[in-house]
RNA sequence: GGGCUGGUAGCUCAGUUAGGGAGAGCGUCUGGCUUUUAACCAGACGGUCGGGGGUUCAACUCCCUCCCAGCCCGCCA
């Protein structure tokens, strides 16, 4: 559900002061332009018990009674908190675990938190002995509101608009995602396109999901009961939200049908036969931010099924029709859609709401995710760099705090993810970091392998200037990082990294993205270091190992009366036009002799 | 304007759920390993725990207030 926010938008027109003196912050609050998503805050919080009148109270939460009857210990995995919280509803098995979004366009990182928290959560239940469904509904019965300015093929690559038919796109405005063809032409519609990318990533990320069609829901009448109850009693369901949204007023009628006309969303309902199950509509135009998608004036009837819940009932409808026990949903839904999607559980729907999660959401290289903007990075895209143990690693940290996945620095996670997995080996003196290790590691990678090994990301990248596989892995060796004793199966899982790591460098196009020059590059040295390269070429001409080799650059920097490190940086200038590189002379001992030595001596 | 959640070392973050030593990794610097070359070892530097006030013998932790960021409080999801 998050991320269908498509929305926000709205907030750039309120704020026209910007003239104004002021640099109050608010202003800036209109940025978020759709910010879909997130990671973040499980809500557990403890404030809630406090409060009795709806409304006032915290959204997130458990209450700190719920808490306090589970006798709950402390938990170093936020997961087994949540579990704790569910296990104290004494729920039916199997257990239900959900997570939704609107497919309105490409399903970026932050979606994916509708997944992969329910997933630890999910896991965290199975291993204690509960039956786990996880669900995942494509609220695909949403009209579209606005085209995306990306969008991906069925293969995820991100292409833009302007590679579709945008024209035919643009006509389907107000239409249900599942009423508009697929972009490509391929799947069956606009919504079982992204349906279909979303349920891959999960499949690439091997979380067992089972993917739900909000529109089939209700063409099978699975919400039949949920929009007679609420609109046998229009009255309670007016009352109840009007807590939470202004515009509620006594004409409200919180049903949508689709039009039979034109295909549109509708919102004016002028009349409910409860007895037929049916609606009177007029075809009225949606507002959409600013703009508006204009109705066609149709006058109708629609049946229970020919339309749809606004979201805010359809949402706890889901709990009901699902018997959702948890749901996770980013922060944006807290203060929303939660309180009112609570009270209208309890009050209208007479169901317990599932135990809640807020999750914080995640940026991208600082900036807010967002669809509109393009400011989005897919999980394909991300596992091009990365392994899928490292992405599953990142969403088992804190949902509480908001983090940045800066893909410049992605050596840096990688080696949080690394020292993780020590930690779980017992490999690391922290205790904490140990504790939260020891439950979460078992979820994050596929097997636990005692002798798996762990290329550091940087050097893996150093690999990945040189393409033969058997130079990757002899240079490893020099450089410790493989034991002797190493199985083959673990050394191509290790060296596997090497490409991540390659792909990086260059799409980051950092320090690590070079190769070993085929041209001399444009280099000068001094007498001495001039001299002590002519000597290292005559050494190696004579034929020696890289062993050797590396031994003689020490030996012949001393002759001539140079800093070691002068004749290193000498050296990896002339190989790589660098001034730092992989262990010098084990590498030169594995190229062609004649070129090392002519490039020795600047002659090619 | 009101509310929610974050704000801990240069970077990434633990620690706050019964108040009592401010921590880790990386980075930087220094020294060592008679091969320093994206390797290892030792050590150091580095923080007013966003600011201020309060409670307390004691506050990163509790209370108040202010600042910063994101979100919600219209619609929609």
């Known amino acids: 559900m998050n991320d269908t926010t498509d929305t926000t938008d709205t907030a750039d027109a309120p704020d026209e002061t910007d003239t104004a003196d002021a640099p109050d912050a608010t202003d800036t ?101 509960h039956e786990v469904r996880q669900v995942f509904t494509s609220d695909d019965k949403d009209p579209l509101r606005k085209l995306p300015r990306k969008l991906a093929d069925s293969e995820g690559n991100i292409v833009g608009l302007g590679d579709v038919d945008a024209g035919a796109l643009g006509r389907n405005l107000g239409k249900p995602y599942t009423d508009i063809p697929d972009p490509f032409g391929e799947a069956d519609s606009y919504a079982a396109h992204f349906a279909s990318l979303l349920q891959a990533d999960a499949d690439r990320l091997g979380v067992p999901v089972e993917m739900l069609s909000n529109t089939e829901l209700y063409a099978e009448g699975a919400f039949d009961s949920v929009v007679e109850r609420v609109l046998s009693d229009v009255e309670t369901a007016r009352t109840v939200l009007s807590a939470y949204q202004d515009k509620v007023d006594d004409s409200y009628i919180p049903f949508n049908p689709v ?51 606004p979201w805010r009932f359809e949402w706890p409808g889901q709990w009901q029709v699902l018997g959702v026990d948890f749901e996770p949903f980013g922060k944006d839904h807290a203060e929303g859609s939660w309180p009112s999607g609570e009270d209208i559980a309890r009050t209208v729907l007479d169901i317990d709401p599932p135990v809640p999660m807020t999750y914080e959401w995640f940026t991208l290289n600082g900036e807010a995710l967002s669809s509109s903007a393009g400011n989005i990075v897919t999980v394909p895209e991300i596992l091009e760099l990365l392994e899928p143990e490292v992405l599953r690693y990142f969403f088992a940290l804190n949902p509480r705090k908001a983090r940045d996945l800066d893909l410049s620095r992605l050596d840096q996670l990688v080696d949080d993810f690394d020292r993780f997995e020590r930690a779980y080996f017992g490999e690391v003196d922290d205790e904490d970091l140990t504790a939260f290790a020891e439950r979460a590691y078992p979820f994050v990678v596929d097997e636990i392998d005692p002798d798996r090994i762990r290329l550091p990301y940087t050097f893996a990248a150093v690999l990945g200037m040189v393409e033969d596989p058997a130079f990757r892995e002899q240079l490893a060796r020099d450089e410790g990082h493989i034991p002797d004793d190493a199985s083959q199966a673990a050394i191509d899982a290790a060296l596997a990294r090497v490409e991540k790591a390659r792909t990086w460098a260059e799409r980051m196009d950092n320090a690590y993205n070079y190769r070993l020059q085929a041209e001399l590059p444009d280099v000068s040295f001094d007498d001495a270091t001039a001299a002590a390269l002519d000597s290292l ?40 036009d660098e001034t730092q590189g992989p262990r010098l002379g084990e590498f030169l001992g594995e190229l062609e002799r004649e070129f090392v030595v002519d490039r020795l001596r600047r002659e090619a």
């Open 259 to 309: 039009c039979e006309s034109c295909g549109k969303i509708t919102e004016t309902v002028t009349s409910i036969d409860l007895a037929a199950n049916r609606v009177d509509y007029v075809c009225t135009d949606l507002t959409v931010g600013d703009r508006t998608i204009e109705g066609c004036d149709h006058e109708g009837t629609a049946t229970f099924r020919e339309g749809k819940l």
């Open 537 to 576: 070429a005559s050494f190696v001409e004579a034929g020696h190992d890289g062993e050797a080799i590396q031994s003689e650059i020490y030996e012949t920097a001393r002759e001539h009366d140079l800093d070691v490190s002068e004749l290193f940086e000498a050296g990896y200038r002339l190989f790589f």
């Open 29 to 129: 609050a209109d940025t978020a332009d759709e910010t879909d998503e997130t990671d973040g805050t499980d809500a557990i919080d403890t404030s809630a018990d406090t409060e009795t009148d709806h409304e006032s109270s915290s959204p997130h939460v458990l209450s700190a009674t719920d808490r306090e009857d589970s006798n709950t210990p402390h938990h170093a995995f936020w997961a087994d908190e949540v579990a704790d919280a569910i296990e104290a509803r004494d729920p039916d098995e199997p257990i239900v675990i959900k997570g939704g979004v609107s497919p309105s366009g490409v399903a970026h990182l932050g979606n994916f938190n509708e997944i992969m928290r329910g997933y630890f959560v999910a896991a965290v239940l199975r291993e204690r002995g």
